[in-house]
């Protein structure tokens, strides 16, 4: 069984730090890529970051150089570190993977006031 469970989460204020973190179980960490989307209020869900096996890396435009997605693959654990975080940057975070079919973490909400 294929479980993502996210945590870090929580109210920061416009230019602070959050760290997410998402622990994996249920799959071969080290053979899965892993991804990080948001979905803001009456927007669609977006993708943020993605990291490779081999641990390449890819942002939307949104957030390159501000956020850092990386992978522990000794704690089968993905982060997501968040910068310089804006307001538009509110939202619910979702940690995936997929693996024949797309899996999904319950999602965690990261609020940027101003």
């Known amino acids: 069984q294929v479980q993502l469970v996210e945590s870090g989460g929580g109210l920061v204020q416009a230019g602070g730090s959050l760290r997410l973190s998402c622990a994996a179980s249920?799959?071969?960490?080290?053979?899965?890529?892993m991804y990080w989307y948001r979905q803001a209020p009456g927007k669609q869900r977006e993708l943020v970051a993605s990291?490779?096996?081999?641990?390449?890396?890819n942002y939307a435009d949104s957030v390159k150089g501000r956020f850092t997605i990386s992978r522990d693959n000794a704690k089968n654990t993905v982060y997501l570190q968040m910068n310089s975080l804006k307001p538009e940057d509110t939202g619910f975070y979702y940690c995936?993977?997929?693996?024949?079919?797309?899996?999904w973490g319950q999602g965690i909400q990261v609020t940027v006031s101003s």
């Open positions: 249920g799959i071969i960490f080290r053979l899965s890529a």
């Open positions: 995936s993977t997929f693996y024949r079919e797309r899996y």
């Open positions: 990291i490779t096996i081999g641990s390449n890396t």
